[in-house]
């Protein structure tokens, strides 16, 4: 199983600031089937990136994705008010598919 | 625009059964793997089973194996997942979902006496 260990576990930052997060996981992620989802309370997660870098439908270019292999990272350019929330990663390319421990990205 | 909708969730004693649904529309859902994702309360999220495009591919969470059966019905854009031998750790909202093209809002499985 591919463990993936999201960091930091909490990131303050204020509306305007660059914010990245990591996403390492345990053994190489098959072609590159990695997937970054944003959670606000009380609501279903959304699909933010597929394939690593892939942006999904209608998500904004503020948000990107990178990395390969292990080493996977999730930039958001300039944070906007709606932007705070619980960020997960997921890998589909291995059963059992697995997610991260999330990384909430709170107002400083 | 995508939509999928999950319904058939509720409350279930344990060792009830339960069949989750889930519409599909706005894309072409037979060229898509689908999934169902489970988040219980307050906690992370875990990946239940997903399955192939023709249904000639299906695995399961170690956790649901011998459990849960995820099926579809391409002719209907629609997602299933059969849920047996239910127990208090399968409460959870679940989640019907495209790795490529997003999530459904999901619905509430509780099991409880």
């Known amino acids: 199983e591919i463990v993936l260990t999201q960091s930091p576990g909490t990131l303050s930052l204020s509306p305007g600031e660059r914010a990245t997060l990591s996403c390492r996981a345990s053994?190489?992620?098959?072609?590159?089937?990695l997937a970054w989802y944003q959670q606000k309370p009380g609501q279903a997660p959304r699909l933010l990136i597929y394939g690593a870098s892939r942006r999904a439908t209608d998500i904004p270019d503020v948000f990107s994705g990178s990395g390969s292999g292990t080493d996977f990272t999730l930039t958001i350019s300039r944070l906007e008010p709606e932007d705070f929330a619980v960020y997960y990663c997921q890998q589909y390319g291995s059963s059992p598919w697995t997610f991260g421990q999330g990384t909430k990205v709170e107002v400083k | 625009q995508v939509q999928l909708v999950e319904s058939g969730g509720g409350l279930v004693k344990p060792g009830g059964s339960l069949r989750l649904s889930c519409a599909a529309s706005g894309f072409t859902f037979s060229d898509y793997y689908m999934s169902w994702i489970r988040q219980a309360p307050g906690k992370g999220l875990e990946w239940v089973s997903y399955?192939?495009?023709?249904?000639?591919?299906?695995n399961y969470a170690d956790s649901v194996k011998g459990r849960f059966t995820i099926s579809r019905d391409n002719a209907k854009n629609s997602l299933y997942l059969q849920m047996n031998s239910l127990r208090a750790e399968d409460t959870a909202v679940y989640y019907c979902?495209?790795?490529?093209?997003?999530w459904g809002q999901g619905t509430l499985v509780t099991v409880s006496s």
């Open positions: 979902a495209s790795m490529i093209k997003g």
């Open positions: 053994q190489s992620v098959t072609s590159n089937q």
């Open positions: 399955i192939s495009t023709a249904s000639t591919f299906t």
